[in-house]
């Protein structure tokens, strides 16, 4: 998904570094400024807490043309680390025991609803917070109206539509796979469970009593006069994402500073309620040997299960956060661009991990192709019994969509060719004896995979 545009200096303001910035290393400051300068990120900002001491390293700004410099109070989209705060809720949740973490879901939920099952198994709590529950990643019936907010119009209605109708493919608890809709249904399940809406619940038991202020759902208009805007690989703006219901996969927005606090209580070992569910989220809930895997609830794991993190990222943000496991030192970075800071995070944390710049994708050149032509391709195509490309037009533009997937722009560089920015990826129509198109080839990832027109 990384794109670098053609080099060229960004024309912004920059800051740098804050206090004890002789923490971080050379290696690390000077990645992170020709992150900036190079063209893949707008702006990052790093905090690193050790013994107790915070270095915040700073660098771009919150907007390619118009933005101001970044800082530790910049609020960034932090997309799914907002899995681990949702996991924290049904945490604490547990250990005050009201719910239990091999309760099925449907006991959260409306009876009239019918659960998909599998095998005489049922889908519990800890199924969804370790993604092991067999939902798919995404629903099936997600398709936006809005593709630049494409959470802001996916109704209860919606979700209970697809859960109902949905055949699960494999043992429940057998397997991981990420899933946005997993950990959406269970920030739902919570709020129907307390009574009390996914962001009240984040605000009352987590954001609130660590004093992070500028954390949180709604754009406040405090949060508003330090904003960042997200951005696409090619640097282009884009719009903050909204989230309706499945809040708990990645809605929430923060700051570097106030992240510091979310971590240092990560690694608090008092005996607060909120540490104590913190430190259950952090223990192991499900395991795959064969993979040598491990997952705790939401929290994933790296270098030999000495790392708790997670990362997230949204339609032009990338985060990370986490924490070297029995020390007293996190990491948070934090950008407005979708190109990942995930490497600088973990460097920080010791994992033997080399910063490179993301790959420089070179794109052909666009051609013009006329109206008639580009109507012969529109149509839905099926690659496999589940996976379909749906191919629409508006005005002149080409858009592809694959399912359960956002819509992306397609672009001509010969006849029947088409090539996309936000992935390495590659269309080709093909045409029958009649001249009518009637199939494509999808090419990615070093393979070639047709699909006939069947719509």
Same mark, same amino acid.
């Given at each position: 998904?990384?794109?670098?545009?053609?080099?060229?200096?960004?024309?912004?303001?920059?800051?740098?570094?804050?206090?004890?910035?002789?923490?971080?290393?050379?290696?690390?400051?000077? &990645?992170?400024?020709?992150?900036?300068?190079?063209?893949?990120?707008?702006?990052?900002?790093?905090?690193?807490?050790?013994?107790?001491?915070?270095?915040?390293?700073?660098?771009?700004?919150?907007?390619?043309?118009?933005?101001?410099?970044?800082?530790?109070?910049?609020?960034?989209?932090?997309?799914?680390?907002?899995?681990?705060?949702?996991?924290?809720?049904?945490?604490?949740?547990?250990?005050?025991?009201?719910?239990?973490?091999?309760?099925?879901?449907?006991?959260?939920?409306?009876?009239?609803?019918?659960?998909?099952?599998?095998?005489?198994?049922?889908?519990?709590?800890?199924?969804?917070?370790? %993604?092991?529950?067999?939902?798919?990643?995404?629903?099936?019936?997600?398709?936006?109206?809005?593709?630049?907010?494409?959470?802001?119009?996916?109704?209860?209605?919606?979700?209970?539509?697809?859960?109902?109708? =949905?055949?699960?493919?494999?043992?429940?608890?057998?397997? =991981?796979?990420?899933?946005?809709?997993?950990?959406?249904?269970?920030?739902?399940?919570?709020?129907?469970?307390?009574?009390?809406?996914?962001?009240?619940?984040?605000?009352?038991?987590?954001?609130?009593?660590?004093?992070?202020?500028?954390?949180?759902?709604?754009?406040?208009?405090?949060?508003?006069?330090?904003?960042?805007?997200? &951005?696409?690989?090619?640097?282009?703006?884009?719009?903050?994402?909204?989230?309706?219901?499945?809040?708990?996969?990645?809605?929430?927005?923060?700051?570097?500073?106030?992240?510091?606090?979310?971590?240092?209580?990560?690694?608090?070992?008092?005996?607060?309620?909120?540490?104590?569910?913190?430190?259950?989220?952090?223990?192991?809930?499900?395991?795959?040997?064969?993979?040598?895997?491990?997952?705790?609830?939401?929290?994933?794991?790296?270098?030999?299960?000495?790392?708790?993190? &997670?990362?997230?990222?949204?339609?032009?943000?990338?985060? /990370?956060?986490?924490?070297?496991?029995?020390?007293?030192?996190?990491?948070?970075?934090?950008?407005?661009?979708?190109?990942?800071?995930?490497?600088?995070?973990?460097?920080?944390?010791?994992?033997?991990?080399?910063?490179?710049?993301?790959?420089?994708?070179?794109?052909?050149?666009?051609?013009?192709?006329?109206?008639?032509?580009?109507?012969? =391709?529109?149509?839905?195509?099926?690659?496999?019994?589940?996976?379909?490309?749906?191919?629409?037009?508006?005005?002149?533009?080409?858009?592809?969509?694959?399912?359960?997937?956002?819509?992306?722009?397609?672009?001509?560089?010969?006849?029947?060719? /088409? /090539?996309?920015?936000?992935?390495?990826?590659?269309?080709?129509?093909?045409?029958?004896?009649?001249?009518?198109?009637?199939?494509?080839?999808? %090419?990615?990832?070093?393979?070639?995979?047709?699909?006939?027109?069947?719509?």
């Amino acid at each position: 998904m990384i794109h670098k545009p053609s080099l060229f200096i960004l024309l912004v303001f920059v800051q740098f570094a804050f206090s004890q910035n002789e923490v971080l290393s050379n290696e690390i400051k000077n &990645h992170i400024k020709a992150r900036v300068d190079e063209g893949f990120n707008p702006s990052i900002a790093l905090a690193y807490l050790e013994d107790g001491k915070v270095t915040y390293f700073n660098y771009g700004s919150t907007e390619v043309t118009k933005g101001k410099p970044v800082d530790e109070h910049t609020v960034y989209e932090i997309g799914s680390i907002s899995k681990v705060f949702t996991t924290i809720l049904l945490a604490d949740e547990v250990l005050k025991g009201r719910m239990k973490l091999n309760d099925p879901i449907s006991k959260y939920l409306p009876q009239t609803l019918s659960m998909p099952e599998r095998d005489g198994k049922v889908i519990t709590l800890q199924d969804l917070a370790t %993604h092991t529950s067999g939902l798919p990643r995404m629903p099936e019936n997600f398709s936006p109206a809005d593709y630049n907010n494409p959470f802001a119009d996916y109704t209860v209605e919606l979700l209970y539509e697809f859960l109902s109708s =949905y055949e699960l493919n494999r043992a429940i608890g057998s397997q =991981y796979e990420y899933s946005n809709l997993g950990m959406g249904l269970l920030g739902h399940i919570l709020e129907l469970h307390t009574g009390e809406t996914y962001e009240a619940l984040i605000k009352n038991r987590i954001t609130e009593p660590l004093g992070m202020t500028h954390t949180g759902l709604t754009i406040t208009d405090t949060m508003k006069q330090n904003i960042a805007i997200g &951005h696409t690989e090619q640097l282009e703006p884009v719009n903050h994402w909204d989230f309706k219901t499945l809040q708990g996969a990645g809605a929430i927005r923060s700051t570097t500073s106030d992240m510091v606090k979310f971590i240092e209580a990560n690694l608090s070992t008092n005996d607060a309620a909120l540490n104590k569910a913190m430190k259950l989220s952090h223990r192991i809930a499900f395991s795959d040997d064969s993979n040598k895997f491990n997952i705790g609830l939401g929290w994933h794991f790296a270098n030999n299960n000495t790392i708790t993190w &997670h990362n997230g990222g949204t339609g032009g943000f990338r985060t /990370f956060t986490g924490f070297l496991n029995n020390s007293n030192r996190g990491v948070v970075v934090l950008t407005n661009s979708v190109s990942s800071v995930d490497a600088i995070g973990m460097k920080l944390l010791d994992a033997p991990i080399a910063l490179e710049l993301p790959k420089t994708i070179e794109f052909p050149d666009v051609i013009d192709v006329s109206d008639e032509v580009l109507n012969t =391709y529109v149509g839905v195509y099926q690659l496999a019994p589940q996976f379909h490309i749906t191919i629409t037009r508006k005005e002149n533009q080409l858009f592809l969509q694959a399912t359960g997937q956002p819509e992306f722009k397609i672009f001509p560089f010969e006849i029947h060719k /088409f /090539f996309l920015k936000v992935v390495e990826a590659r269309i080709t129509f093909s045409a029958n004896e009649a001249g009518e198109i009637d199939s494509l080839t999808l %090419h990615q990832g070093g393979q070639n995979m047709p699909g006939n027109k069947v719509e």
